[in-house]
């Protein structure tokens, strides 16, 4: 009984692994970055220049840290992952979008050609 306990619990553990390792090496990776801004990067005496700084770093960080999850999920080619949910979610929409900007600018094309 005590192996049957072990394997599954082996797997449970290597299961979190595998979903757990690309945010823990993304957070690594960003706080490597934010680190770096704040080691290069004085931080401003004033107010507004604190809250840019903040507001930099955070974005930088962020940036940072979706890039590499996104490389990460690209890397492993999981598509049952939620990256891959909405990556669909994100082209889905770009594609809506792009579809209605195409239609709205052969719309005006048409319009000019009829007040010719």
Same mark, same amino acid.
């Given at each position: 009984?005590?192996?049957? #306990?072990?394997?599954?619990?082996?797997?449970? *553990?290597?299961? *979190?692994?595998?979903?757990? #390792?690309?945010?823990? =090496?993304?957070?690594?990776?960003?706080?490597?970055?934010?680190?770096?801004?704040?080691?290069?990067?004085? *931080?401003? !005496?004033?107010?507004? $220049? +604190?809250?840019?700084?903040?507001? !930099?770093?955070? $974005?930088? $960080?962020?940036?940072?840290?979706?890039? @590499?999850?996104?490389?990460?999920?690209? #890397?492993?080619?999981?598509?049952?992952? =939620?990256? =891959?949910?909405?990556? +669909?979610?994100?082209?889905?929409?770009?594609?809506?979008?792009? $579809?209605?900007? +195409?239609?709205?600018? +052969?719309?005006?094309? @048409? !319009?000019?050609?009829?007040?010719?």
């Amino acid at each position: 009984m005590s192996s049957c #306990w072990e394997e599954q619990s082996s797997l449970e *553990i290597r299961e *979190i692994v595998d979903i757990m #390792w690309s945010p823990l =090496a993304s957070s690594l990776v960003m706080s490597i970055v934010v680190l770096s801004i704040k080691l290069y990067w004085e *931080i401003p !005496a004033t107010v507004t $220049g +604190r809250v840019t700084y903040v507001v !930099a770093a955070s $974005g930088i $960080g962020a940036l940072v840290y979706a890039a @590499c999850v996104f490389l990460l999920w690209r #890397w492993q080619a999981n598509p049952d992952s =939620a990256e =891959a949910w909405i990556w +669909r979610q994100v082209t889905n929409i770009l594609n809506d979008i792009c $579809g209605r900007i +195409r239609v709205s600018y +052969r719309q005006m094309l @048409c !319009a000019k050609e009829l007040h010719k």
